[in-house]
């Protein structure tokens, strides 16, 4: 298990030293420019509705609307806002970061507040901290941990959060496949080309588009009526956790074998199999990134639970019919009455 410990990167309040001036100034008499505060963010979100979170022209993503909130809030239109994972189409978050740079400085909580009540209901900022200016959420982070849940069998609830898979999947041999994907390989045959980012300069994009990827964790761990996949990576691929999922379930329902994965792995040429074997988006959570000097919960997130949605019902229901029947005690008898 990858578990580092780390100390928070921001500071607990607005300390002057944490927050630089872009600009000085000038021995010509030139104004200065402006302070520049800057925060982390942290982010929640169902991606259901969105084109994924990175911002586009003429569609709707969840940068976008983080955007225009936190403009209409701050009053700063040239603000500067960027996340640590660009999350596909339909993919959601646990705990995506932001790190945002403005010229007006705001209590984090009245912040929070403020755009959270400016946001779309399926949209929330869970945490505003002040942070250095050089702090970047995408090149600072050091791992990033995805979710991916699977129902095991039909469900009334959380359709847009699961992949149903009616196949009857053996778990053991998902566990065999995932562990010859453990580790720094070359992803080539479970990725897809994506959009340019003109955002990051050449050596930026070469290093986050490097097919080489380290995978420190890919767990499968059941829950009742539920399979849970965890992949924690130094970066990831256009699509890649979602082919990795589909050919995990395609070994489980025995359409694919361990070896046919450790060969598509050691080719690290596109595989056409493989990337017909997509997952879907629904099924997706960006669950967390870490940065040096913080503690990462060995434990993933119980999605369903968050959502307050009821994934144990059923095994609450199969406990309680394979426990004896108790028998009530009899009633005392009422004074007066026999």
């Known amino acids: 298990m990858h578990v580092t410990m780390h100390v928070r990167r921001g500071c607990d309040c607005l300390a002057p030293e944490s927050q630089e001036m872009m600009s000085r100034p000038e021995k010509n008499g030139k104004v200065a420019q402006p302070s520049r505060y800057a925060y982390r963010l942290t982010i929640e979100y169902d991606g259901s509705r969105y084109a994924g979170w990175q911002e586009q022209r003429q569609v709707r993503t969840v940068a976008g609307e983080l955007r225009r909130a936190l403009s209409e809030v701050l009053g700063d239109p040239a603000l500067d806002l960027g996340g640590a994972g660009r999350t596909d189409a339909g993919v959601h978050?646990?705990?995506?970061?932001?790190h945002l740079r403005t010229v007006t400085r705001l209590d984090p909580d009245e912040l929070r507040h403020r755009v959270n009540d400016a946001l779309p209901s399926d949209i929330c900022v869970l945490d505003v901290a002040p942070a250095p200016l050089s702090f970047h959420a995408r090149h600072d982070a050091i791992a990033r941990y995805y979710l991916y849940q699977i129902a095991l069998r039909r469900m009334a609830f959380a359709k847009k959060y699961i992949w149903w898979v009616r196949d009857r999947l053996d778990v053991e041999k998902m566990r065999a496949a995932a562990e010859v994907l453990r580790g720094f390989h070359d992803f080539t045959a479970f990725s897809q080309k994506g959009p340019v980012d003109h955002s990051l300069t050449r050596d930026e994009r070469?290093?986050?588009e490097s097919k080489l990827v380290d995978v420190h964790e890919l767990t499968v761990n059941l829950r009742p009526g539920m399979m849970v996949v965890r992949?924690?990576?130094s970066h990831f691929l256009w699509r890649m956790v979602r082919r990795i999922v589909g050919a995990l379930v395609a070994v489980?329902?025995?359409?694919?074998?361990?070896?046919?994965?450790r060969l598509a792995l050691r080719r690290a040429q596109p595989n056409e199999t493989i990337a017909q074997l997509t997952a879907p988006a629904s099924g997706l959570f960006l669950e967390k990134v870490e940065y040096p000097r913080e503690l990462v919960d060995?434990?993933?997130v119980d999605v369903l639970a968050r959502l307050g949605l009821p994934a144990e019902?059923?095994?609450m229901v199969q406990k309680y019919r394979s426990e004896p029947k108790r028998r009530s005690p009899p009633r005392p008898?009422?004074?007066?009455?026999?």
């Open 252 to 261: 489980g329902a025995g359409k694919l074998t361990v070896e046919d994965i």
């Open 313 to 315: 019902r059923e095994a």
């Open 333 to 338: 008898a009422r004074p007066g009455r026999p």
């Open 206 to 208: 070469a290093r986050t």
């Open 298 to 300: 060995p434990q993933p």
């Open 93 to 98: 978050a646990l705990g995506q970061v932001a």
């Open 231 to 233: 992949i924690g990576a």
